[in-house]
T-cell receptor
Framework: DAGVIQSPRHEVTEMGQEVTLRCKPI?????LFWYRQTMMRGLELLIY????????DSGMPEDRFSAKMPNASFSTLKIQPSEPRDSAVYFC????????????FGPGTRLTVL | AQKITQTQPGMFVQEKEAVTLDCTYD???????LFWYKQPSSGEMIFLIY??????QNATEGRYSLNFQKARKSANLVISASQLGDSAMYFC???????????FGKGTRLSVIA
C-alpha cells in the first residue's frame, strides 16, 4: 500500500520566492493535516482538512501561507513570499475517521530559505 | 499549559535492555487517544503504538508496549530488548474529541549503546 506521498523531499529557495509543497494522502483517508517541525517549536499543526474542506487554519503563521485541497487525493501548501524563518520540515499526514485513530505521516519536505 | 509533557530530553540504554520513555498528558476530555511516534535520523515519522482512553488493556505492538495509567495521566512507552536501530527521537502525542489534530510533546532522544 502506498503511504502518504510528499514532494519535493528537499527544497532550497531564496527569500522572496514562492514555494509550493505537495501532498497525496492515503487513498480513502478523509482527513489531511499539515504540520511543521522546527527545533525551536517542535511539531505544530498548520491546517487540517476534512473531506477536502479546511476545518482549522489557526496554526497558519500568517497570510503568506495558504493551503488548498482541490480533491481527495491532492493538497498543496504554498508560501509566498518565503522568508528564512520558514525554514523547517513540513509534514503532511492523513487519517480515516472514525474507526481508525492513527494518523500516518509522509516523509516530509525539508525547506531551506536562504 | 502543555498538553503533552516528555520530561526526558535524552536517554541512553544498553543494547538488549528494556527502556521506559515517560509521557504525561493533560486533558479534561473523557475520550482521547494517545500515540507514540518514532523519528529516526532520516526524518520520517513512524507510528508505533496507540492507546485509547477507554481501552482497559495496555496496548502492545511487538517490542513496544504502552504503560497506561489513566488516573496519573501517564502513557509511558516501554521498549523491550533494545536494538541499535531503536536509536531515534520518540514523540508522545494526544488526540482529543474525534479525529482532531495530534498535539505532540517535545520528544525524547533515545540512544542505544552496543
Amino acid at each position: 500500500d502506498a503511504g502518504v506521498i510528499q514532494s519535493p523531499r528537499h527544497e532550497v529557495t531564496e527569500m522572496g520566492q514562492e514555494v509550493t509543497l505537495r501532498c497525496k494522502p492515503i487513498s480513502g483517508h478523509d482527513y489531511l493535516f499539515w504540520y511543521r517541525q522546527t527545533m525551536m517549536r517542535g511539531l505544530e499543526l498548520l491546517i487540517y482538512f476534512n473531506n477536502n474542506v479546511p476545518i482549522d487554519d489557526s496554526g497558519m503563521p500568517e497570510d503568506r501561507f495558504s493551503a488548498k485541497m482541490p480533491n481527495a487525493s491532492f493538497s498543496t501548501l504554498k508560501i509566498q513570499p518565503s522568508e528564512p524563518r520558514d525554514s523547517a520540515v513540513y509534514f503532511c499526514a492523513s487519517g480515516h475517521s472514525p474507526s481508525t485513530d492513527t494518523q500516518y505521516f509522509g516523509p516530509g519536505t525539508r525547506l531551506t530559505v536562504l | 499549559a502543555q498538553k503533552i509533557t516528555q520530561t526526558q530530553p535524552g536517554m541512553f540504554v544498553q543494547e538488549k535492555e528494556a527502556v521506559t520513555l515517560d509521557c504525561t498528558y493533560d486533558t479534561s476530555d473523557q475520550s482521547y487517544g494517545l500515540f507514540w511516534y518514532k523519528q529516526p535520523s532520516s526524518g520520517e515519522m513512524i507510528f508505533l503504538i496507540y492507546q485509547g482512553s477507554y481501552d482497559e488493556q495496555n496496548a502492545t505492538e511487538g517490542r513496544y508496549s504502552l504503560n497506561f495509567q489513566k488516573a496519573r495521566k501517564s502513557a509511558n512507552l516501554v521498549i523491550s530488548a533494545s536494538q541499535l536501530g531503536d536509536s531515534a527521537m520518540y514523540f508522545c502525542a494526544m488526540r482529543e474529541r474525534g479525529n482532531t489534530p495530534l498535539v505532540f510533546g517535545k520528544g525524547t532522544r533515545l540512544s542505544v549503546i552496543a
